[in-house]
């Protein structure tokens, strides 16, 4: 019901950093969790990580010391930082909203259409 829209991705050699962003809309950050999710080519997606309306978070064990989530609510927007990317982290990457604080994919809503990342020499 609430729309969400993720943008940052590109194209980066191995060892380098993007910064995703997901912006939400109608005050969303105030109330949900807000959970990154990610789909490498011919799989299924997986979880990355999540942040709470307080600020609380969760972290796949896969992607936790080197990608981390924030949020900025006066811009309606959470964050995904990536550090130390590796080919395996090529894919799409998409955020939805939840009422809870997991990792769970069926307790989230509204899938954007999510951003590219590419990571290769």
């Known amino acids: 019901q609430y729309e969400l829209g993720e943008s940052g991705g590109g194209f980066v050699q191995p060892g380098g950093s993007l910064r995703l962003s997901c912006t939400a809309s109608?005050?969303?950050?105030?109330?949900?969790?807000i959970g990154w999710f990610f789909q490498a080519p011919g799989k299924e997606r997986d979880a990355l990580s999540c942040i709470s309306n307080k600020g609380e978070t969760i972290y796949s064990p896969a992607v936790k010391g080197r990608f981390t989530t924030s949020k900025h609510n006066a811009k309606d927007t959470v964050f995904l930082q990536m550090d130390d990317l590796k080919p395996v982290d090529t894919g799409v990457y998409y955020c939805?909203?939840?009422?809870?604080?997991?990792?769970?994919?069926?307790?989230?809503?509204?899938w954007g259409q999510g951003t590219q990342v590419t990571v290769s020499s």
């Open positions: 939805a909203y939840s009422d809870y604080l997991d990792l769970a994919e069926d307790d989230f809503d509204s």
């Open positions: 109608g005050h969303t950050l105030d109330y949900y969790t």
